[in-house]
């Protein structure tokens, strides 16, 4: 079979055969009178194994190795294939998700796209301070690009930088409450605690829908951070888990304040002291968590929470019973 027929018939041009030939890839095993090279099926058949081993995107050095070495053993270069190509999604992902990001930005021109290139490239840089200073860029008018700001917030391990982030995100970025609320989705914890600490320092109506859906979430940690943002708008439905926060002694001081605050509207006070009188009668309740609920109860007003005090002054553990006696005197003092 003729060279020319061989292309039409392999889809590999006559150019690219004549290439292989050079290479000694795939060499004609015979030659017409005229002097045309002639390919055999056995030249075909080997033509078909270089296009098929070339798909899987291996060089035709590869190619050539894999083919001709007798002692060539595969599993080493597709170890090889494989970290190469998911390198390479990595880096085409990465790519798209840039181009999105630019695309979010709704440049107006070429300025604009490289103003966004640049703010991109500040908050992906390995520097902190960087980092920080592109996100306070957006004080001084530049507009970042809510999907980069959340990426960043959601990926930041630096506080200070966390902080700028979760700032610039708090100026009314539009779509950010639910882009944020993906990350209380993530299987990394440290990721749900950066998106639960995100919408806590956004304002508006949306994150506070999501975070009363935070605080069914199984991770105690997301629900305890939603607790203390939605006591701090006063919203009475975060006073369960704020209980159980002081309870288990989980940040159980701010959780205190936040239901100090709670019971400043006189209903959400008795719902307060009901809730915290309930749970000092569960005999889980031992002595730590006692003086913790007995400390919470000293911010509540009404005779139901005096009530309590009075009880735990009387307390079998001395340490519960010095506290309450202590709170009861100020109370009374006061």
Sequence with gaps: MLIGEVARRSGVSARMLRHYESLGLVRPTGRTDGGYREYTDEDIRRIFHIESLRSLGLSLRE???????????PSELVDDLIRQTRERVAAETELLTRLHQIGAAEPVGWEDVLRTVALLQGLGSKSAGTRQRTAL??????????E?????ALGENDPIVAGALRWALARGAEGGPALLAGGLDSPAAEVRER????LAELPDEEATALLREALAHPDAVVR???????GARGVAEAVPTLIDMIVEGTNDVDAADALSALAGDPGSADEIAAGLVDRLAHATAGAPARRR??????????ATAAGALAELARDEDHSVALTATYIVELREGG
């Design 148 to 152: 980069a700001l959340v990426e960043a």
């Design 224 to 230: 305890g951070h939603a607790a203390l943002a939605l």
């Design 195 to 198: 998106a639960v600490r995100s």
């Design 293 to 302: 609920l007995a400390q919470a109860l000293a911010e509540i007003p009404g």
């Design 137 to 146: 860029s957006s004080a001084g008018g530049e507009p970042l690009p809510v």
């Design 63 to 73: 190619v050539g190795r894999a083919l001709d070495d007798p002692g060539f053993t």
